[in-house]
Structure formats: C-alpha cells, structure tokens
C-alpha cells in the first residue's frame, strides 16, 4: 500500500522509545503494520517524518536500511524518507503460528550517527485455506458399537492466524455420525462421533466428508472424505423365505435324485454369514432312511426307496446354523407328497366253494366268488376284470366294488367236457395298464344221466343143438357214458311177457353177461 491519506497501514506515530545520547548516536524505535501479500512498493510509514528527521539531509546522511537478514523485504526512500516493501511478504512464510508476526527493521543515519529501530507488524490475510495431512481417512467400526463411541479424525491445519484460522468442522448430514470438536492447545481437534447404531445389513459403508471452515470473510475451506466401513457382528440368524414347502415327488423316483434345495439367507458376512443345514433331530426314522440333507449345499436327495403304497406324504424338518459365535438358528418344514405311479398289478383272490360243478346244475350257480384290489390309488387302481376264455361261465358283479361270482352262464355236460380251465384277467387303468390273471380248474362232476346201451339191438345168435348143459354159449355187452357208479352195469334176461320157450333155459351173469344155457338143447 502506497502511503496517501486513504492507505489501510497503521502506523503507530509515537516513540516507544528512548533517547540515547552518546556522543552524537541517536536511538529511537517505531512502529508499523503493514498487511502480507502487498505489492513492491507499497509504503509501510514515512520515517524520517516520524522520527523528525529533516528529509532534505537523508541523501547526505545516508539515511538506510542496515538490519539483518530482512533488510531485502524493506527499503527507505532518501528522498521522501519513506519505508516501502521491497519484496514478496508472506507471513506464513516468516512466521508460523497463529501469534503476532513483528520483523525488526534496523534504520541507520550518519553526521551524526543515529540507529533506530523499526518494528513492522506483518497482518494476516486469508490468503490460505485450510488443508488435511491427508485426502481421505478411513475407520473400521464394529456393528454393536454403542452411540456415543468417540474417533478422532484428521485436524487442519491452515497457516493463517486469528480469525483467518480454522473455526469450525462440519460433516456430511446423515443420521450416524456428528462431529464434536474438543479445544486443546493446538487447537480444535475433531472427532467423529457415533449417535446412532449401525447396521452392516442395511449399510456396510458410509462415506462422509468433514469440512474445515475458517474465519475469513469470505470464509476459506478443506475437505476430508471419511470412509466408515462397518464390521459385521452375528445379529442376524439365517432364514428361510417360507415357513413351509410344499413339493410332490414320483414313488418311481431313482435314488440319487435330487428332490429340493433348500437355501437359506444369512445377511452377515464371513463365518457369521456362512450357514449349514441339517435334519430335525425328532423326525420319523423312515424319513432318515429316505431322504438325505446336504449340510453344505442345502441339497435333497433320495437314499431309500420312495413307495406311494407306503406312505404318501413326508415331512421333514429342515435346521439351518450360521457359523457366528454364539451361532443363530433358523428353521422351516417341508412336506413332500407322493405321487402314485402305476407300478402295482391287479392282486385276484379266489374264493372257491368247491372245485367240481354238477353237471346238471342251473344256470346261474355260483361256483366260486372273486375279489380283485390293486395297491395303486386312482385311475391306478381302479380294475376291469372279465373271463378271456370261451366256457359256460360268467362274473357277476356283486354289491361290493371289485368282488365277483363265477357263475353258470349255459348247460355243462361232463360227458362232452368233462373240466374246463376258467382264465381270468384284471386290468387297471393305469398308463400303461398292469394286467394280472388267474386259472380256475372246474372239474364237472357225474350225474345219471345216461341209460346204458348195447352196441346193437336186438341181439342174435344163434345155438348148436346138443350142447353141454351148463355151458357158455354166448356173452353180451353194453355200455353207460356215465361215469362210475352211474356207469355200473348189471345185466338181467327179461323173463316176463317172454312167448320164447328158450328164454327159461337160458341164465346170464349179471356182472359180465355171459349167457349159459340149463339144459342141452335137440
């Protein structure tokens, strides 16, 4: 600043000083201030007026600036006694800190020999905003950790001094963390500090950014980018996404074959994340028997043989363990109906009253009573039974679903078929259909039905006269197609109404029809 009757330097026109005589040396020591970052030449305080020093004897006197080190910062004009900024001024540069910067100016005139001593005082300027050792800083914070839990942060620093210097912190707005400033003597040092409990499973990382704001007008600022990372605890126990499955399996399944997946969320990470699965402990044995759970992989699959006729529906109780310390446990059920696949055949029960059948019996007759069940369930199980073969018999349906009788559909005569092989077929209705069958033997039993015959009628033969009396002169034989008793012959001569005197001389066995005559014939 250049010194006019507007200038904005303070000078501080009045001697702190003391006047020392020594032969002709004179001392004497003002004041100045002047601000940081003025331009070369900017006048700081004319010493020669201040000082009362004739201004038109400085060029003789050699009226100059001889203090140490800071001497190239400032010089004095001979001609107006001005002292002006002879170079760059930056207070940060030559004083740190936050106190008052004072450089020592050492004035010197000759004839007669007079030092004075000038204290300029360097004012800040907001020339500097305010900075962190680093861009980023990172924290790692524990889920459970209770609000309230203090962590300092990185503290600014800016260079500028008094109201210029940093004044506050600020941070991003969010509902976990504010920021508390504690005042100790190097300053304010921020912490970030926890108000609210955290929430891996909702958010695992919060990114802030801590500002530092000084005092200037206008104010100067430095970010911070603050990186939370949270660390998970075991909070969360694993679940499933229903309390109950229900799936349906085919009996036929192979073993080996994979049934289900259960699969379990666990929202904690790590171990505290890692789950396995296991069977209830009080399940029925045959589900153990059954059914295998892969604990890692959560897969189902078939050990034993799966049979609809068995048992139609398995339940099974599913745990599910994260691998946390202490560890958290969830749990679901699943229910696994069967679904029947035709693979049982028609079963036939035969109910027999007798395994022969008069030959004279009516039409009608029951000889044996039929029962047919299937293990299958549904169009699986339900049956068509007929008779497949040609024979005088029939099933009638009874009043009882899948019972039968066998019954007479026309005459039998043993003496055309004497037995007949009743073949019967049971059918389901399944895809495709399982058939079954069964051989009834019916023997036909005897009546007396048939009269006995001769091989011809009437009989002739002829006898020689002068024959032994006693003797066989002839045999007859006939036949009965009846059979056993009914076809045991007895034969007789009939003797009544005869008008053949032969006839009484004449016998004949009655077992085998040898005929003898009683007397000798002429």
């Given at each position: 600043m250049m010194e006019t009757p507007t200038s904005h330097y303070?000078?501080?026109?009045?001697?702190?000083?003391?006047?020392?005589?020594?032969?002709?040396?004179?001392?004497?020591?003002?004041?100045?201030?002047?601000?940081?970052e003025v331009d070369d030449g900017t006048v700081v305080g004319n010493v020669a007026k201040d000082l009362g020093l004739d201004v038109t004897s400085l060029g003789d006197r050699r009226f100059r600036v001889v203090s140490g080190s800071e001497d190239s910062i400032f010089e004095v004009n001979q001609n107006s006694g001005a002292l002006y900024v002879s170079n760059h001024i930056d207070r940060e540069e030559l004083c740190q800190g936050s106190g008052a910067c004072r450089m020592e100016v050492k004035i010197l005139v000759e004839n007669p020999l007079e030092i004075h001593y000038i204290i300029v005082e360097i004012t800040d300027i907001n020339d500097n905003s305010p900075s962190f050792p680093a861009r980023e800083q990172t924290f790692e914070i524990a889920e459970q950790t209770l609000p309230g839990k203090r962590f300092q942060l990185h503290t600014a620093r800016d260079p500028d001094?008094?109201?210029n210097s940093i004044r506050t912190y600020t941070i991003t707005s969010n509902e976990h963390f504010e920021v508390n400033i504690r005042q100790s003597d190097a300053g304010k040092v921020p912490f970030l500090v926890l108000k609210k409990s955290l929430d891996r499973e909702q958010n695992n990382e919060h990114k802030l950014v801590m500002t530092a704001v000084d005092g200037g007008k206008p104010p100067r600022s430095g970010t911070l980018n603050v990186t939370i990372t949270v660390l998970d605890s075991n909070d969360n126990r694993p679940i499933f996404s229903q309390e109950i499955y229900h799936l349906s399996i085919k009996e036929n399944i192979p073993v080996g074959a994979s049934v289900f997946r259960m699969n379990a969320t666990d929202?904690?990470?790590?171990t505290n994340g890692e789950v396995e699965y296991t069977l209830g402990k009080t399940l029925w044995q045959k589900v153990y028997d059954i059914f295998e759970l892969d604990k890692i992989s959560g897969e189902i699959t078939v050990k034993?043989?799966?049979?609809?006729?068995e048992n139609n529906v398995y339940e099974l109780d599913v745990e599910v363990s994260d691998k946390g310390t202490p560890p958290l446990m969830g749990e679901c059920r699943l229910i696994i109906k069967v679904l029947d696949v035709n693979d049982n055949p028609p079963e036939i029960e035969v109910t027999s009253l007798s395994n022969t059948v008069p030959e004279d019996s009516k039409l009608g007759t029951v000889i044996s009573l039929l029962s047919v069940k299937d293990k299958d369930f549904g169009v699986n199980g339900k049956i068509i039974s007929s008779i497949i073969n040609e024979v005088p018999f029939e099933l009638k349906p009874s009043y009882k679903e899948n019972t039968y009788s066998v019954v007479t559909k026309d005459v039998l005569d043993r003496e055309v078929v004497s037995h007949y092989e009743?073949?019967?077929k049971a059918t389901d209705c399944g895809e495709p259909p399982l058939s079954t069958f069964k051989t009834l033997r019916i023997e036909i039993s005897d009546v007396n039905?048939?009269?006995p015959h001769f091989k011809q009628n009437p009989l002739e033969f002829y006898l020689v006269e002068n024959n032994a009396a006693g003797k066989s002169i002839f045999s007859v034989s006939a036949s009965d197609n009846d059979?056993?008793?009914n076809a045991a012959i007895s034969y007789h001569i009939m003797r009544e109404g005869s008008q053949n005197d032969v006839?009484?001389?004449?016998?004949?066995?009655?077992?085998?029809?040898?005929?003898?005559?009683?007397?000798?014939?002429?």
């Open positions: 303070s000078r501080f026109a009045f001697y702190l000083a003391l006047m020392l005589f020594s032969g002709r040396e004179a001392l004497a020591q003002i004041r100045y201030s002047v601000a940081e001094a008094g109201l929202y904690d990470e790590g034993g043989v799966v049979d609809y006729e009743i073949t019967i039905d048939n009269s059979l056993n008793d006839m009484p001389s004449l016998n004949i066995n009655s077992d085998n029809g040898q005929i003898t005559a009683l007397k000798s014939f002429d």
